[in-house]
């Protein structure tokens, strides 16, 4: 199975400020056949279903604010969120969908200072 | 587009289980039905899929034997069944929907299995 390490775990911001979100892969999420890196991202709010906020390494799904973006390439990607609002809190999981079984990083929880 | 759960279910160990999954909205054979678990405080683990369109199903290797993914397209439901289930099965399980990824996600049904 691909293994996904998220860090950090705990991400505590000021709201605001910038955040910052890395996620390794053990293996390439590229497709040489297609050219697309399967890396979603998906953030759950306390108490909530998981929702989509970025798929295939940096496409924002819709209605995610442009505040959030995704990029990397290969095996390290990145959740970027410009400025940390106060609904941003919650774990974020990156997700990968380039080969069965998909596997999620461990979660990195944020929250505010 | 809207995915709906059965409600939270306490369990035996040893018994059989059935979650369901109502689909609303949208074509329900045209698109894959994931099934997630989540143990209370812990992530998310990947448990299986399903193509409504002729059941075409998918495994993750550590549920693979423990539980069935089906479907019944004249309702428009996914199911996640348990022959017989254990205390290590206590989780929310979560159906999500794959249009270009995962999105939306039904409420999330929790089981608790327990003697």
């Known amino acids: 199975d691909i293994v996904l390490t998220q860090t950090p775990l705990s991400l505590p911001v000021t709201p605001g400020e910038p955040a910052s979100i890395s996620c390794r892969s053990s293996?390439?999420?590229?497709?040489?056949?297609?050219?697309?890196?399967?890396l979603d991202w998906f953030l759950q709010k306390p108490g909530q279903s998981p929702q989509l906020l970025i798929y295939?390494?940096?496409y924002r799904a819709p209605g995610v604010p442009d505040r959030f973006s995704g990029r990397g390439s290969g095996t390290d990607f990145t959740l970027k969120i410009s400025r940390v609002e106060p609904e941003d809190v919650g774990v974020y999981y990156c997700m990968q969908r380039m080969e069965f079984p998909y596997t999620f990083g461990q979660g990195t929880k944020l929250d505010l200072k | 587009v809207q995915l709906v759960q059965s409600g939270a279910e306490v369990k035996k160990p040893g018994e059989s289980l059935r979650v369901s999954c109502s689909a609303s909205g949208y074509p329900f054979t045209d698109y894959w039905i994931a099934w997630v678990r989540q143990v209370p405080g812990k992530g998310l683990e990947w448990v299986g899929t399903i193509y409504p369109g002729d059941s075409d199903t998918r495994y993750s290797p550590s549920f693979q034997g423990q539980v069935t993914l089906s479907v019944d397209t004249s309702v428009t439901t996914a199911y996640l069944h348990w022959n017989t289930v254990r205390a290590s099965d206590t989780a929310i399980y979560y159906c999500a929907r794959k249009s270009a990824s995962y999105t939306p996600w039904g409420q999330g049904t929790l089981v608790t299995v327990s003697s």
């Open positions: 293996q390439s999420l590229l497709d040489s056949d297609d050219g697309n890196t399967y």
């Open positions: 295939t390494l940096s």
